[in-house]
């Protein structure tokens, strides 16, 4: 366990190279509808993205969980766009419900739009730090080869219980998500 959890710590997480597009993995809303503290966060370094150039386009990708109101991705939406991002640059993936159904239909979205492989396609996946290195593994489980990180971080009192939890879910993506 050790070593998963130095894999974790350790795994690259901020890659500013420019990228086809950016995928925003869900991590659950508050109050049924709004973007919780980790994901907001998340979509901040999407907004930095985008403002930075690193994309052109942004897969939000999330579905709806039974506790809540709407979609992950139709909220990530909303907040994005009242924001300042531009609607027709937001590609919504609305139903997955883990995150290796966020890269598996981010992935069908993405070539469906691009009318390309996703081997052929350079991705930036934006996560939180904790779990960049398990979205890596299942990236490649899903068939990505041209992608990288940009993580979040997130506030401190939060690290304990994400990274444990992180680890059974590191391993578990290993045996069992294909």
């Known amino acids: 366990m050790a070593l998963v959890e130095a894999l974790i710590i350790n795994y690259p997480k901020y890659n500013r190279n420019s990228d086809d597009y950016i995928i925003v993995l869900g991590a659950g809303l508050d109050n049924g509808g709004v973007p919780n503290l980790i994901l907001r966060e998340r979509l901040d370094i999407a907004i930095k993205c985008m403002k930075e150039n690193l994309a ?80 890596s593994i299942l990236a490649k489980k899903n068939g990505y080869k041209n992608f990288d990180n940009y993580s979040s971080t997130m506030p401190w009192y939060f690290v304990p219980s994400t990274y444990a939890r992180e680890s059974i879910a590191v391993i578990k993506s290993i045996l069992f998500d294909k």
């Open 56 to 135: 052109q386009y942004i897969v939000l990708s999330g579905g709806q969980g039974t506790d809540e109101s709407t979609s992950e991705a139709q909220a990530m939406s909303e907040y994005l766009q009242a924001k300042g991002i531009e609607k027709n640059n937001i590609i919504l993936e609305d139903k997955s419900r883990d995150t290796n159904e966020n890269l598996k239909y981010s992935k069908e979205k993405i070539e469906e739009f691009s009318s390309k492989s996703i081997s052929d396609i350079k991705v930036k996946i934006v996560t939180t730090d904790f779990h960049a290195f398990r979205s």
